[in-house]
């Protein structure tokens, strides 16, 4: 039976990967295209961050070379090959539901209305393998409060662009993401300080693969929840979908929080890929922790919870 799921990492993958993000490393120098001269400066002003992982950093070509993209389809070169049409510019950010002063935001007066900050955070994709990202962003709890959150919200929906013209992804049949792309978290997760809206990443603006202009970056949950993209942010009182819980809710749960201890149905998640750490033979694997390694953080908002059963 055909499912459309993450694929199974295989060790077979290790390898030409490997081989693929070293020839692209020689490419390398076409990342500074974007610096100083170019009449759009793709540079943030940023301010170092609080909460920065002192692991090795992932090479950016890395980071920008081997995405989970969907939009622009399954593999993991597509969204670096395929999001070049892609207009990320101009671009509003809608945030809406149960807040007192519904906002609609130019992307670029966003940026300029808040301090960018830098923050190197781990991140763990479902599929066992992991990077040390430096994002640049702004917290989430800061432009949510702008809005004036109203009690009745009790979490936040996120909904990604759908756009089938520029996305080819989003032209894909039956059985597959009911697009657009949604996420969710619950208000006291959308407002803890490690929650962040990346504009950016290694200095610069977000590169379309890296979900354009704005996406969400959650760095003790599984990447998934990280959504790219992003238009429209609601408050809303009840829990809300979340596309890869819709596909496999068995698979995907509406928390996805870091944890060894709670293996996929169709693999371990006790270790992972450490993308970008090899050399041309492979990558280094390491144990996973528990929430990411940031329990010391974020392990009191779910004080009391069955986290296998709330996966
Ligand atoms: N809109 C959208 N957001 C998405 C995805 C996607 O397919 N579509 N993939 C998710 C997954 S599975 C991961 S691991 C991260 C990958 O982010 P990166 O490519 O910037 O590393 O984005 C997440 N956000
Ligand atoms: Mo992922």
């Avoid at 992932?58 to 980071?63: F, I, K, L």
């Avoid at 622009?72 to 070169?77: D, R, S, T």
């Avoid at 709670?262 to 922790?289: A, L, M």
């Amino acid at each position: 039976m055909a499912r459309y799921s993450f694929p199974q990492p295989a060790a077979s993958e290790i390898t030409p990967k490997a081989a693929y993000l070293g020839r692209r490393s020689l490419l390398a120098g076409a990342g500074g295209l974007i610096a100083a001269g170019s009449a759009q400066a793709a540079g943030l002003r940023t301010q170092p961050g609080p909460f920065n992982a002192p692991e090795p950093q992932t090479p950016r070509d890395a980071v920008t070379h081997y995405n989970n993209f969907y939009e622009f389809g399954l593999e993991k070169e597509d969204p670096a090959r395929l999001a070049g049409q892609f207009h990320a510019r101009p671009w509003t950010l809608r945030i809406d539901g149960a807040v007192a002063k519904p906002l609609t935001l130019d992307i670029d007066t966003l940026i300029a209305r808040h301090t960018v900050e830098s923050r190197v955070y781990r991140m763990r994709c479902v599929e066992a393998w992991s990077m040390v990202i430096p994002w640049d962003g702004i917290p989430l709890a800061q432009i949510l409060r702008e809005a004036e959150i109203l009690s009745s919200a009790k979490y936040v929906a996120f909904r990604s662009v759908l756009r089938p013209d520029e996305m080819p992804g989003q032209s894909m049949g039956a059985g597959t993401i009911d697009w657009p792309y949604v996420e969710g978290l619950r208000l006291d997760e959308a407002m803890h300080p490690l929650t962040l809206l990346a504009v950016g990443l290694y200095g610069d603006i977000l590169p379309n693969q890296n979900g354009a202009p704005i996406r969400l970056v959650v760095p003790w949950k599984y990447g998934f929840k990280g959504i790219k993209s992003i238009t429209t942010i609601t408050l809303v009182d009840t829990m809300p979908p979340t596309s890869w819980n819709r596909l496999a809710a068995d698979e995907y749960g509406f928390y996805a929080n870091v944890n060894p201890e709670v293996d996929h149905p169709r693999w371990s998640q006790t270790s992972e890929r450490v993308i970008g750490s090899g050399g041309f033979f492979g990558e280094r694997r390491q144990p996973t922790r528990l929430f990411n390694g940031y329990a010391e953080q974020v392990a009191p908002l779910y004080a009391g919870m069955d986290l296998h059963r709330f996966y």
